[in-house]
């Protein structure tokens, strides 16, 4: 059955409160009805009397995914990384892949890099 639900003109003033400050989410107004008005309500039941957004249409902006195909033939990712062998010795990697094909541009490795090297 759950709980019953919290009065209207606290319903009401939770409405408001989102409204008049639009960067307050709903634990900063959990907390100015415990601290202001004595009022003990969970930030879960401020979450669910807050004003929802009203839908948008489609977005005309380009998401990251939708770059990242539009682009992956241009793009080229590098990294250096460590890799530790059997016997604990370190060997330094740097490599190139071009993020369209998938495929390894350039790599190299050695145990003693040095500002030439990279």
């Known amino acids: 059955m759950g709980r019953p639900p919290i009065p209207r003109d606290i319903r009401s003033l939770i409405r408001r409160m989102a409204r008049k ?36 249409g489609p977005r005309n902006d380009q998401r990251w995914s939708t770059f990242l195909r539009n682009h992956a033939g241009e793009i080229l990712a590098c990294d250096f990384f460590v890799v530790v062998t059997v016997t604990f010795r370190s060997i ?6 071009e993020h ?19």
Request: aromatic share 8%; glycine share 4%; net charge positive.
């Open 21 to 56: 400050n639009p960067l307050w989410g709903e634990e900063q107004i959990a907390n100015e009805l415990l601290l202001k008005l004595s009022l003990q309500v969970s930030p879960r039941t401020v979450q669910k009397y807050m004003p929802k957004e009203p839908s948008r």
């Open 92 to 97: 330094y990697v740097f490599v190139i892949l």
């Open 100 to 118: 369209g094909s998938r495929r390894i541009l350039h790599c190299n490795a050695t145990s003693h890099p040095t500002s030439e090297w990279a």
